[in-house]
């Protein structure tokens, strides 16, 4: 992919460098722990509450112990339904290639919606945010899941910092290893959660939620602490969670979903209350709270995605979700 500027190869190393080191603070008291260098894979210790931040197979563990207990059952559900449902590989090609194909074909449908969605904030979005600053972007990745967004935006020439709950091989944090050697370097991985984000204030530029905004429990509390992390003019974007214009359409499908979970693999898969859809009204509740405004923009998925809903109301069926794109700039 060819970058967003010319970027000497002098500048692409120093680049490298700036993208290893983060101010980060303890997830358990909110101290601040001082400057992290990824390189130097040491860990480091909370001087207020004892915490340690410490490095595991190159992803920093920022995860305080009681909230490893408690989304204990929901990382252990969630990764037995991925390896099922067919998600990962053993082969580094198949991650190289995403989002623009899933060489394993078990996900196809799945994967051409995310190109869709990447192809357009790469020609619609991403461009205005690099002619704003005219620099690499600090990007913020929350639920980066094998890093394959991460692995684009590097490849575009921005510093992306990839978080996410699961730490596997095949489909979390773990198995953005294979974007090593394509890079030549590797952007940090921090095993955390989205509402208590290991770092300190006003270190990013851009905060993206790929798919992953619907897990939060709370949605003004999870884009508060994403929006703690941006500087002045930062900005917010939302990709690919399900948007239903009324709660209870949403509400439908979380129990069509649940039924279906509990038949095909013995459990609902609820053991976090997450939020799981979008709705208008709760992004202007979040737009009320934190001061927002959200500027909507929607990709096209093709004919057999628009006719989606005509064929669900010939048929009886609950009206199917959208995949918008939201993007808020932070005014303070």
């Given at each position: 992919?060819?970058?967003?500027?010319?970027?000497?190869?002098?500048e692409e190393?120093?680049?490298?460098?700036?993208?290893?080191?983060?101010?980060?603070?303890?997830?358990?008291?909110?101290?601040?722990?001082?400057?992290?260098?990824?390189?130097?894979?040491?860990?480091?210790?909370?001087?207020?509450?004892?915490f340690v931040?410490?490095?595991?197979?190159?992803?920093w563990r920022?995860?305080?112990?009681?909230?490893?207990?408690?989304?204990?059952?929901?990382?252990?559900?969630?990764?037995?339904?991925?390896?099922?449902?067919?998600?990962?590989?053993?082969?580094?090609?198949?991650?190289?290639?995403?989002?623009?194909?899933?060489?394993?074909?078990?996900?196809?449908?799945?994967?051409?919606?995310?190109?869709?969605?990447?192809?357009?904030?790469?020609?619609?979005?991403?461009?205005?945010?690099?002619?704003?600053?005219?620099?690499?972007?600090?990007?913020?990745?929350?639920?980066?899941?094998?890093?394959?967004?991460?692995?684009?935006?590097?490849?575009?020439?921005?510093?992306?910092?990839?978080?996410?709950?699961?730490?596997?091989?095949?489909?979390?944090?773990?198995?953005?290893?294979?974007?090593?050697?394509?890079?030549?370097?590797?952007?940090?991985?921090?095993?955390?959660?989205?509402?208590?984000?290991?770092?300190?204030?006003?270190?990013?530029?851009?905060?993206?939620?790929?798919?992953?905004?619907?897990?939060?429990?709370?949605?003004?509390?999870?884009?508060?602490?994403?929006?703690?992390?941006?500087?002045?003019?930062?900005?917010?974007?939302?990709?690919?969670?399900?948007?239903?214009?009324?709660?209870?359409?949403?509400?439908?499908?979380?129990?069509?979903?649940?039924?279906?979970?509990?038949?095909?693999?013995?459990?609902?898969?609820?053991?976090?209350?997450?939020?799981?859809?979008?709705?208008?009204?709760?992004?202007?509740?979040?737009?009320?709270?934190?001061?927002?405004?959200?500027?909507?923009?929607?990709?096209?998925?093709?004919?057999?995605?628009?006719?989606?809903?005509?064929?669900?109301?010939?048929?009886?069926?609950?009206?199917?979700?959208?995949?918008?794109?939201?993007?808020?700039?932070?005014?303070?």
């Open positions: 992919m060819v970058k967003s500027a010319a970027i000497t190869s002098l190393e120093s680049r490298r460098s700036m993208a290893a080191v983060l101010l980060v603070r303890c997830p358990v008291c909110t101290h601040i722990m001082g400057l992290l260098d990824p390189c130097e894979l040491s860990d480091k210790t909370c001087a207020l509450c004892g931040l410490r490095e595991d197979r190159g992803i920022a995860l305080a112990p009681d909230r490893q207990r408690r989304f204990s059952q929901f990382m252990r559900e969630y990764q037995e339904v991925r390896v099922r449902e067919g998600r990962g590989s053993s082969s580094p090609g198949y991650y190289l290639s995403l989002p623009y194909a899933d060489l394993t074909g078990r996900n196809s449908w799945q994967w051409s919606i995310r190109a869709v969605t990447f192809r357009y904030l790469l020609r619609r979005l991403l461009p205005q945010l690099e002619q704003l600053l005219a620099r690499p972007l600090d990007i913020l990745d929350i639920g980066a899941g094998n890093g394959w967004l991460s692995y684009r935006l590097a490849e575009r020439g921005h510093l992306p910092v990839a978080v996410d709950l699961l730490d596997n091989d095949t489909d979390g944090l773990g198995a953005a290893r294979h974007y090593h050697f394509s890079l030549g370097w590797l952007f940090p991985r921090f095993q955390a959660e989205m509402d208590r984000l290991p770092f300190a204030n006003e270190q990013f530029d851009v905060v993206i939620f790929n798919a992953s905004l619907h897990y939060s429990e709370d949605y003004c509390a999870t884009l508060r602490e994403a929006i703690r992390c941006l500087r002045p003019r930062g900005h917010v974007l939302i990709l690919d969670s399900p948007f239903y214009r009324r709660e209870e359409i949403g509400r439908r499908m979380i129990e069509e979903r649940r039924q279906k979970f509990t038949n095909s693999f013995g459990f609902a898969s609820d053991s976090i209350p997450s939020r799981e859809f979008l709705t208008p009204a709760a992004l202007d509740e979040a737009a009320f709270t934190l001061s927002l405004r959200w500027k909507i923009f929607k990709p096209w998925y093709g004919w057999n995605w628009a006719l989606r809903p005509v064929k669900a109301r010939l048929l009886r069926q609950r009206e199917p979700s959208k995949f918008y794109l939201f993007w808020a700039e932070v005014n303070r």
